[in-house]
């Protein structure tokens, strides 16, 4: 399990010539297996500048390291924006992308004063939002849909059909978190989804609009792709009971 | 006015060959001069990943911009790890530097987990400390001393007497925040008497071990010093009665 600051890296990906979160994980694992390379799957991708509270990320490895010493041997040789939380040995079965059935994305907003030291970890919105209208809207879009409309075209996957379990606009004074549990999520769908829940905070579109974006199935349909450093992917559940318990626990009331 | 995140510069003077706060204050200020070059002075300098909320710094201009437009125009020039929070004008013999009476920093740490998003905003220390042991500590340096022992012997400064107004050890669960209000601080001092206030509150030295070293008149006497990365200047008073006001307001219960 892993946390990073998106800020610095050009997503999690590995990509010649530029930094990512793959990148710099694998090479620390080449390094502690002693090799030029090493493989690691994640449970997905972030773009650029979006944030990881808990990734889950898999390797094999011949190591007899124990296994409560390897996030200390990992974080020696990681930089400091990304942190090793914890790791478990896990069924040789086990997949982290394939095996999950869900997951958490936060989306951190604020609509106060522009603070210098949140820059990369907040959007900020210079504008008043009608929370009531952002959940009523955000509750049209819970259950089963094809989610073609609010996620980027730039993709090779085809079945665009995702359920959404919760989706809860979270109000603190000027600080907003809007929060996706959801089955999976397209390329770029947490922050489409964001931007258009915005526009319906702002009164640019009405709450019934979102229905009606769903049904036109074309990402110009929706609203604007909101940035990416406001994003955290904060959690995969791999069994449905996990997911269950943590649907009663976070229920909004 | 300006906020800065301390993160991304080697400090706040103008340096060749490294980026700093002052630098690119005066590129901006140049920019908008028109000008290869404008000077600017501020209420004092910064270390490397310290970080500004409030800082003054003062500018003669030519231009007849409207003042609550300066804002605005500033920020449009600067790289967004530095904020112009807002302009006034100021007489012809203000000086930042010069004219303040007192300045307040804040060093920001936690006992609690690591958190890879605020890792250049907090200091992170792995121990438990006395909140009363380093209050009676803080107390003891209230006062006019010489803080020979409590700074970095690199500087051309000879008085090293200092006055301090107020040093609050103030926390909130697993966050930290001490509190110093001075008529001045030395080079490196706010760090030095941190890193010394936390090792009576680890129990390595004792309350009265702080009076001690104030005595010794070396630097080799205090603890060491606290990174620069927890560090924020936060105020800076230019007259005695907003001072007294501030002092009241915050005066610890």
Known sequence: MISYDGSGFSGYQRQPNARSVQGEMEQALAKIHKADSWRSTSSGRTDAGVHGILQPVHFDSPLSIPIERWPRALNALLPDD?????????????????????????YKLTTGELDVFRRNYVYQLDAELNEDAMQRAANLLLGTHDFSSYSSPKTD????????????????????????????????????????????????REVEDVKMILEAQDRAAAGKTAPGHGLYLSQVFYDEKALTAHLKETRKK
């Open 157 to 204: 996957v085809v079945d665009k059909v995702r359920t959404m379990y919760a989706i809860d606009v979270i109000r603190d004074g000027d600080e907003w978190t809007l929060r996706f549990v959801g089955s999976g999520f397209l390329y770029q769908m947490v922050r489409v989804l964001t931007g258009t829940l915005l526009e319906v905070g702002r009164g640019m």
């Open 82 to 106: 990304i942190i090793v939380r914890s790791c478990e040995i896990v069924s040789h079965d086990f997949h982290a992308r394939y095996g999950a059935v869900a997951k958490e994305y936060l």
